[in-house]
């Protein structure tokens, strides 16, 4: 099943046939218990809609949006590279074999773009790149309820600058992009889902790139239970996985460009650089 937020309204699509479930808020139904199975008897009962893929919006209403760092072997090696006239190096390093994931807060609703909308860069910023994240829907009691996807943009040059930088380099207006969907499940998504971005400028792929997800170095349910030993979320959040795709160090995105990731079966994300 898949959930989306749409203007005004919340659809669920089933077997290829799509419900209005506008009837609830965004947060109640992302925090109800037993999702599945009531969502399972409500469309028993429910006639299917026709469902245009229009205005849709990021699958969020009140949830805060987390996320992991230095979950892929490829993270760690981008840190270290950019960092190491900082002296970073070792940190990423330690914290990529550490027990303690590396978790920060990413970003508030408002500061989260949906499917079509624009992130940003900063504008004091040289570096800048898309981190295509599988990223977990979580709810109030900590259950992983299903998948989205997500975009953790990030400045090289700030967080390069100074691993302290990093909120800096990781949260600003339009610093984050999620959707289309959240994919709803109970069972872990297969080792082998993979993870493709792909640039486009002047309607060329200037780059691309794939991961499968079974490359990552944590388990998910270790990075949710890190999140929440210290820290309640009474409308759920989400948490971005980290990011195992990098692109080589000469590049940076400009405005104009369109990124777009895919994760089947959630769908592709597309958002344009401001
Ligand atoms: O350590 C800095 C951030 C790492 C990150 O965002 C990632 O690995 O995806
Ligand atoms: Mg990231």
Same mark, same amino acid.
């Given at each position: 099943?898949?959930?989306?937020?749409?203007?005004?309204?919340?659809?669920?699509?089933?077997?290829?046939?799509?419900?209005?479930?506008?009837?609830?808020?965004?947060?109640?139904?992302?925090?109800?218990?037993?999702?599945?199975?009531?969502?399972?008897?409500?469309?028993?009962?429910?006639?299917?809609?026709?469902?245009?893929?229009?205005?849709?919006?990021?699958?969020?209403?009140?949830?805060?949006?987390?996320?992991?760092?230095?979950?892929?072997?490829?993270?760690?090696?981008?840190?270290?590279?950019?960092?190491?006239?900082?002296?970073?190096?070792?940190?990423?390093?330690?914290?990529?074999?550490?027990?303690?994931? @590396?978790?920060?807060?990413?970003?508030?609703?408002?500061?989260?773009?949906?499917?079509?909308?624009?992130?940003?860069?900063?504008?004091?910023?040289?570096?800048?790149?898309?981190?295509?994240?599988?990223?977990?829907?979580?709810?109030?009691?900590?259950?992983?309820?299903?998948?989205?996807?997500?975009?953790?943009?990030?400045?090289?040059?700030?967080?390069?600058?100074?691993?302290?930088?990093?909120?800096?380099?990781?949260?600003?207006?339009?610093?984050?992009?999620?959707?289309?969907?959240?994919?709803?499940?109970? @069972?872990?998504?297969?080792?082998?889902?993979?993870?493709?971005?792909?640039?486009?400028?002047?309607?060329?792929?200037?780059?691309?790139?794939?991961?499968?997800?079974?490359?990552?170095?944590?388990?998910?349910?270790?990075?949710?239970?890190?999140?929440?030993?210290?820290?309640?979320?009474?409308?759920?959040?989400?948490?971005?996985?980290?990011?195992?795709?990098?692109?080589?160090?000469?590049?940076?995105?400009?405005?104009?460009?369109?990124? @777009?990731?895919?994760?089947?079966?959630?769908?592709?994300?597309?958002?344009?650089?401001?």
């Amino acid at each position: 099943m898949k959930l989306f937020k749409q203007q005004g309204r919340i659809i669920l699509e089933s077997d290829n046939d799509y419900y209005d479930l506008s009837v609830h808020e965004w947060d109640e139904l992302y925090n109800k218990p037993q999702l599945l199975l009531y969502l399972t008897s409500f469309i028993s009962e429910a006639i299917p809609i026709s469902f245009e893929r229009s205005d849709i919006q990021a699958p969020i209403q009140s949830q805060e949006v987390w996320a992991s760092g230095v979950t892929y072997f490829r993270s760690k090696e981008g840190r270290q590279e950019e960092s190491k006239e900082a002296g970073g190096g070792d940190f990423y390093e330690k914290v990529y074999h550490a027990d303690r994931p @590396e978790l920060f807060f990413k970003a508030t609703p408002a500061r989260t773009v949906g499917p079509g909308e624009q992130v940003r860069i900063r504008k004091d910023s040289t570096w800048d790149v898309p981190e295509p994240e599988l990223t977990l829907a979580i709810n109030n009691e900590g259950k992983i309820i299903g998948y989205t996807i997500g975009n953790d943009m990030s400045s090289r040059s700030i967080e390069g600058e100074n691993p302290l930088y990093l909120p800096q380099a990781k949260t600003y207006d339009g610093c984050a992009a999620l959707g289309p969907c959240i994919y709803l499940t109970d @069972e872990p998504l297969p080792l082998e889902t993979m993870i493709h971005l792909k640039i486009i400028r002047a309607e060329a792929a200037i780059f691309q790139d794939t991961i499968s997800v079974d490359q990552i170095k944590r388990k998910f349910e270790d990075l949710v239970s890190y999140l929440f030993r210290e820290c309640s979320f009474p409308n759920g959040c989400y948490l971005m996985t980290g990011t195992g795709i990098v692109p080589p160090s000469d590049f940076t995105l400009q405005s104009g460009d369109q990124i @777009e990731i895919t994760i089947q079966p959630i769908g592709t994300l597309k958002n344009i650089v401001a």
